[in-house]
């Protein structure tokens, strides 16, 4: 979903606040892009973390802060999951730039694809993936992330 929301970012001059997208065994892909509008969570995450951070994204720095806030969490159980990142960022951070490298941080969470490598998470399981931010002035360069996770029985 990356580079189609900076394409369309960079296009349009427009800036994403939440973007959505489910992987399907489907003949045809589809997009839709509309204003964001406030809803009520219908039924709570299986499970719940809040992490922060204080470093680049860009940094290895950033994805060890996250994975050591998640290293008491519990590996979910194999099958595909839903996931919900929400993003609280200062101002002049690019949230867009958080996805891949938080989602590589989520080892604790989603299993690894190998033991030696922590930042190559089972991330192939995300069947629905949401992402979300929020600008909060008074965070100037950390980022506060709440992930949501649901399990999805295969």
């Known amino acids: ?21 489910s992987k ?10 509309d204003q964001a509008r406030s809803v009520e969570e219908a039924v ?14 860009q940094t290895t720095a950033y994805k060890q802060q996250i994975y050591e806030q998640l290293d008491h969490a519990a590996t979910l159980p194999d099958g595909p999951v839903s996931l919900r990142l929400r993003f609280s960022v200062g101002p002049r951070r690019n949230w867009l730039n958080l996805w891949k490298p938080t989602i590589d941080a989520l080892g604790p969470i989603l299993g ?18 949401s992402l979300h931010c929020r600008v909060e002035p008074s965070l100037g360069n950390e980022v506060a992330i709440t992930i949501d ?6």
């Open 1 to 21: 979903m990356f580079p189609l929301a900076d394409w369309i970012s960079k296009r349009e001059g427009r800036r994403f606040v939440s973007v959505w997208g």
């Open 44 to 57: 709570p995450p299986h499970r719940s973390y809040s992490v922060r951070t204080s470093a680049s994204s």
């Open 24 to 33: 399907r065994r489907v003949g045809t892909s589809r997009i839709c892009v």
């Open 149 to 154: 996770v649901d399990h999805q029985p295969a």
């Open 112 to 129: 690894r694809t190998a033991p030696e490598k922590p930042w190559h998470p089972r991330d192939g399981r995300i069947v629905d993936l």
